[in-house]
């Protein structure tokens, strides 16, 4: 088995059973080894489709300067 899945099912466990902090945390910090790995990575695409528009303004606006 995988890190994350275990990762998860400890602390699901411990949620479940009300033993430490992890009784007190949302469930969305519970079940974070499983969906982290999706968000981190539409976060990527994100921020290199948020570049590549920058980048495709930069080149449109800018003037370039010519050799003579």
């Given at each position: 088995?995988?890190?994350?899945?275990?990762?998860?099912?400890?602390?699901?466990?411990?949620?479940?059973?009300?033993?430490?902090?992890?009784?007190?945390?949302?469930?969305?910090?519970?079940?974070?080894?499983?969906?982290?790995?999706?968000a981190t990575l539409a976060g990527l695409i994100l921020f290199g489709g948020g570049l590549a528009i920058v980048g495709a303004a930069v080149a449109t606006f800018w003037p370039r300067k010519r050799r003579r």
């Open positions: 088995m995988k890190l994350l899945p275990c990762i998860f099912l400890i602390l699901l466990a411990l949620k479940l059973a009300g033993i430490g902090v992890v009784a007190t945390w949302s469930w969305w910090l519970v079940t974070m080894p499983l969906w982290i790995g999706v």
